[in-house]
């Protein structure tokens, strides 16, 4: 073996080693939570919590989500060079309802995740912080066309569902596509406490507040005629965000926030029909800023060039979700993102 060789592999070896993401076995139809867990890993927010909720000694239990995540996340951060045992996680996922040996929708199990995580973890204050981490504030103002009379409602969402047309789209615009103002008449009246009987309406929705993490759903599974079909026409989507820059008409008058600026950090991709198909992720890493494509077990590096392949097209993968981190001046002074 040549002394160039030894050096070229070693070389690689460090890489790897000083990223640390491992590849997840597919164990049947697993690739959906193997690709979800890498975008998780990806959050160190969340491990951080989960690391702090270990400090107040939770019992070993099977059935419990976030103790059974934190397990895995923390053994993805090794650097064993084999792909990460996850294998617990997933029939702790199988005995909450989050069936094996069943194709599952993405988000759908995220937010299923997230919200075991609420129901199991024993430390309310975390919990919340995990709820937080994610949570996009919303005001929904509802405008009887009669009387003029104004209901308002505060809810909250982790997930932003975004509806997508058959043909080209931005990111940009379908958010401003979710926050325009749509007109209800007819069957989809509402009911007007002031005029007592159901009116015609405006219903609009304004940002209370933006989560840290801020996780994008595009919808591309559509029921048509009974039937379910998957959309892969093209939409666009930034590696930075500037909400101000795109969505300033949409903050309420209540919205105080003053860094709106965000950077995509990991995307899920699907490939295949509504009925059959595969996941992989694209995530970045946190120190060296370079992009990683998660194919099960098999992970190599890649480029942002390559992460724009997922912006939609019949015979390639598509994006289906999208993880922003807002920044912040924390991340900036972080050791090795400059270049």
Same mark, same amino acid.
């Given at each position: 073996?040549?002394?160039?060789?030894?050096?070229?592999?070693?070389?690689?070896?460090?890489?790897?080693? #000083?990223?640390?993401? @491992?590849?997840?076995?597919?164990? *049947?139809?697993?690739?959906?939570?193997?690709?979800?867990?890498?975008?998780?890993?990806?959050?160190?927010?969340?491990?951080?919590?989960?690391?702090?909720? /270990?400090?107040?000694?939770?019992?070993?239990?099977?059935?419990?989500?976030?103790?059974?995540?934190?397990?895995?996340?923390?053994?993805?951060?090794?650097?064993?060079?084999?792909?990460?045992?996850?294998?617990?996680?997933?029939?702790?996922?199988?005995?909450?309802?989050?069936?094996?040996?069943?194709?599952?929708?993405?988000?759908?199990?995220?937010?299923?995740?997230?919200?075991?995580?609420?129901? #199991?973890?024993? *430390?309310?204050?975390?919990?919340?912080?995990?709820?937080?981490?994610?949570?996009?504030?919303?005001?929904?103002?509802?405008?009887?066309?009669?009387?003029?009379?104004?209901?308002?409602?505060?809810?909250?969402?982790?997930?932003?569902?975004?509806?997508?047309?058959?043909?080209?789209?931005?990111?940009?615009?379908?958010?401003?596509?979710?926050?325009?103002?749509?007109?209800?008449?007819?069957?989809?009246?509402?009911?007007?406490?002031?005029?007592?009987?159901?009116?015609?309406?405006?219903? $609009?929705?304004?940002?209370?507040?933006?989560?840290?993490?801020?996780?994008?759903?595009?919808?591309?599974?559509?029921?048509?005629?009974?039937?379910?079909?998957?959309?892969?026409?093209?939409?666009?989507?930034?590696?930075?965000?500037?909400?101000?820059?795109?969505?300033?008409?949409?903050?309420?008058?209540?919205?105080?926030?003053?860094?709106?600026?965000?950077?995509?950090?990991?995307?899920?991709?699907?490939?295949?029909?509504?009925?059959? $198909?595969?996941?992989?992720?694209?995530? @970045?890493? @946190?120190?060296?800023?370079?992009?990683?494509?998660?194919?099960?077990?098999?992970?190599?590096?890649?480029?942002?060039?390559?992460?724009?392949?997922?912006?939609? /097209?019949?015979?390639?993968?598509?994006?289906?979700?999208?993880?922003?981190?807002?920044?912040?001046?924390?991340?900036?002074?972080?050791? /090795?993102?400059?270049?």
């Amino acid at each position: 073996m040549s002394a160039g060789f030894c050096r070229h592999f070693l070389e690689l070896l460090s890489r790897n080693t #000083q990223f640390g993401m @491992r590849g997840l076995t597919n164990y *049947h139809l697993s690739c959906c939570v193997n690709s979800l867990l890498q975008t998780l890993a990806a959050t160190w927010e969340l491990a951080d919590i989960l690391e702090k909720w /270990g400090a107040s000694g939770s019992r070993a239990d099977s059935r419990n989500v976030p103790q059974q995540l934190k397990r895995v996340l923390g053994t993805m951060r090794s650097d064993l060079h084999q792909p990460a045992a996850h294998r617990d996680f997933l029939h702790c996922l199988d005995r909450n309802h989050i069936r094996l040996d069943v194709q599952h929708d993405a988000d759908e199990v995220f937010l299923s995740v997230l919200n075991l995580i609420q129901q #199991q973890m024993d *430390h309310r204050d975390l919990a919340l912080e995990v709820q937080n981490l994610y949570k996009i504030s919303l005001e929904t103002q509802l405008r009887c066309l009669e009387c003029s009379s104004v209901q308002t409602r505060s809810t909250f969402l982790l997930s932003l569902p975004l509806h997508i047309k058959e043909d080209h789209n931005s990111l940009e615009a379908c958010m401003a596509s979710f926050f325009e103002h749509q007109e209800l008449r007819g069957t989809n009246s509402c009911f007007c406490p002031q005029c007592g009987t159901r009116k015609p309406s405006r219903q $609009g929705v304004k940002l209370l507040s933006l989560p840290r993490i801020l996780c994008v759903q595009l919808k591309r599974f559509r029921n048509m005629q009974g039937s379910t079909r998957k959309l892969d026409c093209r939409v666009t989507f930034p590696e930075n965000l500037d909400f101000l820059e795109i969505l300033r008409e949409a903050f309420s008058r209540n919205f105080s926030q003053e860094e709106c600026k965000y950077s995509l950090y990991a995307v899920v991709v699907h490939c295949g029909c509504a009925t059959f $198909g595969h996941y992989t992720a694209y995530v @970045r890493h @946190r120190v060296n800023r370079r992009w990683y494509y998660a194919d099960d077990s098999h992970v190599e590096q890649t480029s942002w060039q390559d992460v724009q392949t997922a912006y939609g /097209g019949r015979y390639r993968g598509t994006a289906y979700m999208l993880m922003y981190r807002r920044d912040s001046k924390e991340m900036d002074q972080q050791p /090795g993102l400059s270049g």
